[in-house]
């Protein structure tokens, strides 16, 4: 099992003429993702290796049935993309480009919520973000599939694309359902909260990482969604124990105040949900290790 992307999801490649679109949809097949095809109205009626170019996400989902788009658009042109990727009905949006404006990130998020409200309903993951892969399945972003190749039964959600691969690495000899990297920005579509949701309705997952980073109450919320909901062992980590305060982190754009958005605020958080905290990456590699083996 996985979540939100699996073994017969189709995907399709917004930008895949670019530079950066051909290399990692080259990257996704070669991990045994199903391209059915990409997305460039200026050159419609091309391939790239023989996956067609379409003219419009609706027509390529028309033509293949894709249900997953992959983004690599330019920041200046993210929104339109995002956009009709939306109104096309994809079933998920996995916004890859880093630099898109927060208000067009925040644009394209509420016109999401707003198209679900009338029945369609298009998640998105990102931006700023790897993307997710379920290994052995699907590889939907930029994760190297050869960190951990096989599947297994730790589900991972993260804000930090780096400390994605080196969880999966660490852990990569009990493999994962489904590591899924969210992104770091001010705003983003798919939360800790939506992945802890689906882990925790997931058959396959038995054990949650879930690694996040200084700033914002994205994981003071999580936490206590974990009390009230989440029945698995979950391990977090939280990036930035030694960043001085008032420091503002470039990955995030997280400014910390007082008390409110620090590590050890949020590793509090965390605890008093139950969640065991790791003081570094390792560590809280250890601690799911140790999960896994008494499992």
Known sequence: MAIFLTAESKVIVQGITG??????????VASG??????????????????????????????????????IFVPPAFAKGAVVEAIDAGIGLAVVIT??????????????????RAQGRSTRIIGPNCPG????????????????????????????SGT????????????????AVGIGGDPVIGTTHIDCLEAFEADPETVAIVMIGEIGGDAEERAADYIKAHVTKPVVG???????????????????????????????????????????????????????????
Do not use: C
């Not at 530079?19 to 996704?28: C, D, I, L, Q």
């Not at 023989?50 to 788009?69: C, K, L, N, Q, R």
């Open 19 to 28: 530079a950066e679109g051909t290399k990692h949809t080259r990257r996704m």
């Open 33 to 70: 993702t199903k391209v059915v095809g990409g997305v460039n109205p200026k050159k419609a009626g091309s391939d790239v290796d023989g996956i067609p170019v379409f003219a419009t996400v609706a027509e390529a989902m028309a033509a293949t049935g894709a249900d997953v788009s992959v």
């Open 98 to 115: 880093e630099g898109i404006p927060v208000q067009d990130s925040a644009w394209f998020w509420a016109y999401a919520q707003q198209q």
């Open 132 to 159: 997710l892969i379920s290994p052995g399945a699907s590889n939907a972003g930029i994760i190297p599939a050869t960190i951990a190749p096989t599947a297994g039964k730790i589900g991972l959600v993260s804000k």
């Open 163 to 178: 400390l994605t691969y080196q969880m999966m690495y660490e852990l990569r000899d009990f493999g994962f359902t489904t």
């Open 237 to 295: 980590y939280v990036a930035g124990f030694t960043a001085p305060e008032g420091k503002t982190m470039g990955h995030a754009g997280a400014i910390v105040s007082g008390s409110s958005g620090t590590a050890q605020a949020k590793q509090e958080a965390l605890e008093a949900a139950g969640v065991k905290v790791g003081k570094t990456p390792s560590a809280t590699a250890a601690l799911m290790r140790e999960i896994m083996q008494s499992l």
